[in-house]
Structures are given as C-alpha cells and as structure tokens.
Nanobody, 132 residues
Framework: QVQLVESGGGSVQAGGSLTLSCTASGYLTPGNCMGWFRQAPGKERTEREGVAAMYTGGTSIYYADSTKGRFTISAVKANNTVYLQMNSLKPEDTAMYFC??????????????????????WGKGTQVTVSS
C-alpha cells in the first residue's frame, strides 16, 4: 500500500503562483512515477486532466500543453516528495489537484496525455482556486 499526502492548495488571483507538494509513503521503489491530475468544477471524474508527471529516479518529465511553460514539476527522491510549482495562474486552472503515483518507472510519455488508470494510487486532492 502507498499513501499520498498533498498540501499547498489555496486561493490566488490570476497571475499569481502556488506550489503544491505531495509526499508518498509505504511500499515504494527507489524511483517512482509521480505526478498531478486535476478535476475542474463541473467536470466528471472521467474528465480529469493529467497536468504533469515525472520519474523521480531519472529525467523523464511530462507536461500537458495547457500547463507547459507555466508549471514546473520537481522531486526530492530521498523524501519521496514531488512538487508542482504553478506560475502565471489563470482562472481556468481552478480545480481540485490530485497527486498520483505508479510504483515503477514512468515509461514513455506520449502526446495523447496521461492516463488516469496508469497510476495506482491517488491522493485525496487539494483545491486550487484562481480568481480573475
């Protein structure tokens, strides 16, 4: 079993910044595929968007086109912690953000995006609200 604990959500005005963090514990490998999904208000669970992901044991990184250039994912492998630095936030970034993990390497990222089913464990989510 793996547990994920997220923090760092909140409310900010458009153009502002927030940093989310997520720490994993439990049965983990030396490197894991960790990332973030988000679910916007009014969207179904099946419409969750993969925002960013990375392999904590290497350099493989993925960003959704909607966040590329504004969001930065990073990790501290020793602490099994992944961060999401979000800059130039927009009202459309408003969502519940979920930390995810797959206890293995990430494999090859494709332009089709991240598949929710690829990640075995999900955090409870942290709310990000961006006002105009």
């Amino acid at each position: 079993q793996v547990q994920l604990v997220e923090s760092g959500g909140g409310s900010v005005q458009a153009g502002g910044s927030l940093t989310l963090s997520c720490t994993a514990s439990g049965y983990l490998t030396p490197g894991n595929c960790m990332g973030w999904f988000r679910q916007a208000p009014g969207k179904e669970r099946t419409e969750r968007e993969g925002v960013a992901a990375m392999y904590t044991g290497g350099t493989s990184i993925y960003y959704a086109d909607s966040t590329k250039g504004r969001f930065t994912i990073s990790a501290v492998k020793a602490n099994n912690t992944v961060y999401l630095q979000m800059n130039s936030l927009k009202p459309e970034d408003t969502a519940m953000y979920f930390c995810v993990i797959r206890v293995s390497a990430c494999g090859t990222f494709t332009k089709t995006g991240l598949s929710p089913s690829y990640f075995s464990y999900w955090g409870k989510g942290t709310q990000v609200t961006v006002s105009s």
